[in-house]
């Protein structure tokens, strides 16, 4: 399980700082909305990413009723936290629609973002 | 007609978003079903190594995820968006705008599931493999959620863009068609690509000095894969920004309908052939590596051929559509 | 508006015409598809047998296709002869 939390933490803390610094940097350009739509979808993606881990604990050890409940509740709720971003996005003006989109990928294109740094220099590596 | 436009509107707009949300949802539960049930499996088997499973698990479930996220943006834009134009033309494209999301979720989801079962299953064989696993996993799922991300264009394109006054009675069936021609279409190379990246996790478990060659060979056979997919997303594009002159005849919408029906279950069987065929390649040669520019030549003849079916669809679709 | 008898048949037509090209891809696509795996299988444990075996899959998939082929004839005939 150690092995997870520090998964968890890496890709966590890299996909906040990366939007932290993309959208502070969208709201010295001007877009303030874009910045924060950036920012407010990538916290509720690393929000899902998270509970999505923390779910596999929370699932052991139990009988299989309460498992079986304790899965289908998690799935609920993380998706009922990714529609929130959506939500406000679209009611609220402040937040860029298209930016928060992005946000909520935010996770997946850091670890693919991750592991293609890695391929490449050792395809590179094979190929001399 | 007994209705408001606004609440036609709404009605298909629900539709659309339940359609896009509750088929979206089955390919990724498929998937990421599968990926668990292989990680349990190889926990069984090499309990000690639990964490570096787990760890690659749940990275591979968050990748496969964004198919079916994919499809809430969509179900969420389609039920709390209100249309900037309203007109009936709107609502079909609102309900095209959820089939074609619907629909092209669940290739993705399934397939992107298949490397993340067999990376953990591999890491349970051969636990000294574990990054270059997880690295060719996640290329092989995120190259599977192509055909849900032109699933994803296409319904961003139709709930966006105003087609200002086009006639209604031809191109409420153009929308429906453009929506059914890329979903449909999707599903296939969605699996395919699945089936290859599945097999090149399990190749390289196998034997893990083949990861260039075995990677390589699995995105050649995955972009093959996909042309199924492209060419519904062309057909979709066509039947979508193409005018048609208003008809009152009932013959013209059928028609483009079935333009898109037959690109659409047309697209379905040469992407699951076209995954086959690149899961037998990539199998192979990871077990046979001397081979690899063979194995190579003989997939892409086998895929063109079996490529073959989807060409005489976009054939009829493109008569059906300009022709008729 | 006023349907006709002829213009319902015409309609017909269409959407079976697509359906018939749609759905009777599917069938081929997928044969031809396990064809190929299955030759690069026996290349995989076989390499000296590369032309004999290109050669048997592409008869195989040639056969696979017909029905793809007939499923295009009864398209055509649909959409130019009904």
């Known amino acids: 399980m150690e092995a997870v939390k520090q998964v968890q933490k890496k890709y966590a803390t890299r996909a906040l700082t990366l939007s932290i610094i993309v959208g502070l940097l969208f709201i010295l350009m001007g877009q303030k909305s874009i910045g924060k739509g950036l920012v407010l979808g990538t916290v509720f993606s690393v929000l899902n990413f998270i509970l999505m881990g923390q779910s596999i604990r929370w699932k052991l050890g139990h009988s299989k009723a309460k498992t079986l409940s304790i899965a289908m509740g998690s799935i609920f709720f993380r998706y009922l936290l990714l529609a929130i971003p959506l939500i406000v996005a679209i009611r609220f003006e402040q937040f860029h629609l298209v930016a928060a989109v992005l946000g909520i990928f935010m996770i997946q294109l850091v670890i693919l973002a991750d592991h293609i740094r890695t391929l490449i220099p050792s395809i590179r590596r094979k190929q001399i | ?324 | ?82």
């Not at chain 2, 698990?57 to 709390?80: K, R």
């Not at chain 2, 492209?230 to 919408?253: H, R, V, Y």
């Not at chain 2, 081979?291 to 086998?302: A, F, K, P, T």
Request: with cysteine; hydrophobic share 55%.
């Open chain 3, 1 to 82: 508006m006023a349907i006709e008898g002829a213009e319902i048949v015409k309609a017909a037509a269409f959407i079976g015409a697509g359906l018939s090209m749609g759905l009777g891809a599917i069938g081929p696509g997928v044969g031809e598809g396990m064809v190929a795996a299955k030759a690069c299988e026996a290349i995989g444990k076989n390499p000296r047998e590369a032309g004999l075996l290109t050669r048997t899959m592409l008869v195989g998939q040639a056969v696979a296709e017909s029905t793809g082929i007939y499923s295009l004839v009864v398209a055509l005939l649909l959409l130019f002869v009904v």
């Open chain 2, 1 to 324: 007609m007994g209705f408001e436009v606004e609440t036609v509107i709404k009605i298909a707009a629900y539709t659309g978003g339940g359609i896009a949300m509750g088929l979206g949802a089955v390919g990724a539960a498929i998937g990421e079903g599968y990926t668990a049930a292989r990680a349990n499996l190889a926990i069984s088997r090499n309990p000690e190594i639990s964490g570096d499973i787990f760890k690659s698990m749940l990275v591979g479930q968050a990748v496969a995820e964004s198919a079916s996220i994919f499809a809430l943006v969509i179900a969420i834009l389609l039920l709390f968006m209100d249309a900037a134009t309203p007109s009936l033309l709107k609502a079909a494209a609102f309900l095209g705008a959820g089939l074609s999301m619907g629909f092209g979720a669940i290739g993705s989801g399934i397939g992107s599931g298949y490397p993340g079962g067999e990376a953990c299953f591999g890491i349970s064989q051969q636990p000294a493999a574990d990054s270059q696993l997880t690295t060719n996993m996640l290329i092989g799922s995120a190259v599977c959620q192509t055909p849900a991300i032109f699933s994803m264009v296409v319904a961003l394109m139709l709930i966006f863009i105003d087609f200002g006054n086009a006639p209604l009675t031809p191109t409420w069936a153009a929308f429906i068609g453009a929506g059914l021609s890329m979903g449909l279409a999707a599903i296939g190379s969605g699996y395919g690509g699945g089936l290859a990246a599945g097999a090149s996790c399990e190749g390289i478990a196998r034997s893990p000095q083949s990861v260039t060659n075995v990677t390589t060979i699995m995105l050649v056979g995955q972009a093959v894969s996909q042309t199924p997919s492209i060419f519904g997303l062309l057909i979709s594009f066509i039947l979508m920004f193409k005018s048609f002159p208003e008809s009152s005849m009932l013959a013209t919408p059928m028609a483009l309908l079935g333009a898109g029906l037959c690109m659409g279950f047309g697209g379905i069987g040469p992407g699951i052939g076209n995954g086959m065929a690149a899961e037998g390649a990539v199998r192979w040669v990871a077990r046979n590596v001397e081979h690899s520019n063979e194995l190579m030549r003989i997939m892409l003849v086998g895929q063109a051929v079996s490529q073959s079916t989807a060409i005489y669809a976009m054939v009829v679709s493109l008569v059906l559509i300009f022709v008729v």
